[in-house]
């Protein structure tokens, strides 16, 4: 039984919610909850307030009040998912509403999520997730950035019109971009491209310092094959290449923490391997056509189609 010290009274835009620190500080420390209490999440009370006023929508606090007590999460008909989200985004608590739509990313259960069509502008080339489930479209010289909404963000150009070759996330929530070719980026701050050597002309995967900008490594490859892709995963740099005339699979992303593949086959089928590198199950098929590229990210998957940009969004539903 929770005691009378536990209790918290709030008031959101006039309507009455009684709750427990408990339920509060389940929040997390960087939630718009957390400042209530003190390094040993006890709750901050001086006795003259009696309950807190919170500026906001009680329709949408009531949905995130029951998602922190329950873990579960049910919206009611009249209430818009999106503003739901920006609701939980000012909380501070857009990762326990993540959490409780979709669960881990699993290659045997995904289901269709979404599916988006692009602008009318530019066609769609590469599509890259970031660690926290947004992700970028490269559309020629343009750069299209989604947030875990899938809402709009400021579009990237860059200065002097150049193609965008490939963009990377530094972190989850900045984009490097460059006319260079397949890019990635490790956490200790460097980055990988595929290039050509100048001296040597040898193919390769340059390795540069991102905090002074100059090159540290060149790592060659193959002599007759270019890098397409680039992956960090943990402590590997991975890439993928053209050289292979009859190859069985088009395109792939491993998945170092599942030791586990996710791939695109001859047939265009997306194709999730286990530990033992058999397929064990296949997405169905887009209205979108031919898959032109996919990226995995914040324990979803982006299909970039070839037909109308458009672009599908997989996601693993909760046990």
């Known amino acids: 039984m929770e005691s009378q010290k536990d209790r918290v009274k709030l008031n959101v835009g006039g309507k009455k919610f009684e709750t427990t620190a408990t339920t509060l500080a389940g929040a997390g420390r960087n939630s718009y909850f957390g400042a209530m209490f003190d390094e040993n999440w006890n709750l901050h009370s001086d006795g003259s307030i009696t309950e807190l006023f919170i500026d906001r929508n009680p329709d949408y606090f009531g ?15 009249k209430i818009d998912k999106k503003h739901l989200y920006r609701e939980a985004l000012y909380y501070g608590i857009e990762d326990h509403l993540r959490l409780a739509k979709w669960g881990p990313f699993d290659g045997n ?22 660690p926290n489930s947004w992700c970028c479209v490269v559309r020629d010289n ?12 400021p579009t990237i150009t860059t200065c002097d019109y150049r193609r965008v070759n490939d963009v990377c996330w530094v972190n989850s929530d900045n984009i490097a971009d460059y006319t260079a070719d397949a890019l990635g980026v490790s956490s200790d701050y460097k980055l990988f491209s595929s290039c050509t050597e100048r001296t040597n002309k040898k193919n390769g995967i340059g390795v540069w310092d991102q905090v002074t900008g100059k090159q540290t490594d060149f790592l060659p490859y193959w002599p007759d094959s270019k890098a397409t892709k680039f992956q960090w995963e943990n402590t590997v740099a991975l890439s993928w290449s053209d050289a ?13 923490e599942r030791n586990s593949i996710c791939v695109v086959d001859s047939n265009e ?18 209205h979108g056509g031919w898959i032109r590229d996919f990226s995995i990210g914040g324990d979803r998957l982006f299909a970039l189609h070839w037909i109308n940009d458009i672009s599908d969004v997989w996601e693993t539903p909760r046990p």
Do not use: F
């Open 63 to 77: 949905v995130l009040l029951d998602l922190l007590r329950t873990g579960e999460l049910y919206i009611p008909p």
């Open 269 to 286: 089928n997306l194709v999730y391997c286990g530990s033992d590198w058999v397929p064990t199950s296949q997405l169905q098929q887009s």
């Open 109 to 130: 259960r995904l289901q269709l999520a979404e599916c988006t069509k692009g602008p009318t502008v530019g066609k769609a080339d590469k599509i890259r997730a970031s």
């Open 244 to 256: 292979t005339y009859q190859r069985m699979y088009r395109d792939a992303i491993a998945i170092e």
């Open 142 to 153: 343009i750069v299209n950035v989604y947030n875990w909404m899938l809402e709009e963000q």
